[in-house]
């Protein structure tokens, strides 16, 4: 009884949550703003974000620190949410197994990169101290790690410690950076089918697995976009870059793989319902894609589930778009665009 009431208060305290988000409205205020000063004095003056931005001076902040501070609520909301929650902690803390393997990805591409082979260069990267908490390897650490060796030492046990010693720098001292991510992110959602095997059962366990499963398909999709549409990459070299679940989209994914042309290949996306018909040129901006799709299925789960889980899902995949379309419009006045090409990057 105790556990199905905590469930119940987490989807009803989300879903009033949501009612207090950034709305189009308050976005067309946002998209006239000239300064990062005045996007900021909006949102600490009309929106839910006013909690983190309460004590800021609006003049004097700068974009970094605008945006970290945005980025926070994310975390806020979320452990006032898995508050509710007396029995399943494990089931409910994914957002900090997701984040903690994107540092680790963003750090393997700085060290992949010019500047990380540098002598004296160091990873420069922003965390919320709520994630140091609960990550499986020593967060803070991280800044200090200088090559893939030091990296390996740092996770030394740990599931990803193990992953990664199988792909180590060739003899040039190149990272096969793309192995390693497609590795992480396995690792990520294999952990996260595990814990809901374990922790629920029936249509709730079916339910989560739809929602991780429609991540695995918003992943591969763009990844195959990307390598088919950018690099003309061959068939057999796609299939090994992908996410190894077999999944509901796991069909649609193997046309667009053999798609034999990118309007063919926009065919593809067009009949399985995930872009409107003669959206060809947006969907050069993949990833924009994906968010829109993402945005439909979390919206119909934030309406629609009577599964707890799957409704703080949503809630959270809601504050993360969110948050994206923040993140543009401040990059945006910043640098001046007009309010119609700020427009077609929001996804709402």
């Not at 996260?192 to 249509?203: M, R, S, T, V, Y």
């Not at 990459?233 to 796609?238: L, R, V």
Request: contains cysteine.
């Amino acid at each position: 009884m105790l556990k199905s009431f905590s469930n119940k208060a987490i989807a009803t305290k989300a879903r009033a949550m949501y009612g207090a988000r950034v709305t189009a409205a308050d976005y067309e205020e946002l998209i006239k703003k000239r300064s990062v000063g005045e996007a900021a004095a909006y949102l600490r003056d009309n929106t839910h974000y006013r909690e983190v931005l309460g004590q800021t001076d609006s003049a004097a902040i700068h974009r970094g620190q605008l945006e970290n501070l945005l980025r926070s609520l994310r975390y806020i909301q979320y452990q006032r949410l898995i508050a509710f929650d007396f029995g399943q902690q494990e089931l409910y803390r994914y957002i900090y197994a997701w984040d903690e393997s994107r540092q680790l990805i963003a750090l393997l591409r700085f060290l992949g990169s010019k500047q990380g082979k540098q002598d004296g260069e160091r990873y420069q990267y922003r965390y919320d101290r709520r994630l140091a908490q609960h990550t499986s390897y020593d967060l803070e650490k991280l800044v200090e790690v200088k090559s893939w060796q030091e990296l390996i030492e740092l996770l030394g046990e740990s599931p990803y410690g193990k992953i990664l010693r199988q792909f180590p720098p060739d003899t040039d001292g190149q990272l096969d950076l793309m192995k390693c991510e497609q590795a992480i992110s396995a690792q990520y959602y294999r952990q996260q089918l595990d814990i809901l095997d374990k922790e629920l059962g029936g249509a709730a366990r079916d339910a989560m697995r739809e929602v991780f499963y429609r991540c695995i398909d918003n992943q591969n999709l763009s990844q195959v976009y990307r390598l088919k549409r950018f690099f003309r990459s061959d068939p057999a070299f796609i299939r090994e870059s992908l996410l190894p679940f077999h999944t509901p989209l796991s069909k649609v994914i193997d046309r667009m793989i053999e798609a034999e042309d990118v309007r063919s290949l926009h065919g593809v996306l067009e009949k399985a319902g995930l872009v409107q018909s003669g959206s060809e040129e947006d969907t050069d901006f993949i990833e924009t894609t994906v968010q829109r799709i993402r945005a439909k299925q979390s919206k119909k789960d934030l309406r629609n589930s009577g599964c707890p889980p799957v409704v703080l899902h949503a809630y959270i995949t809601q504050l993360e778009i969110e948050l994206g379309n923040l993140v543009n419009i401040i990059e945006s006045v910043r640098y001046g665009l007009p309010p119609e090409e700020i427009r077609s990057m929001l996804v709402l």
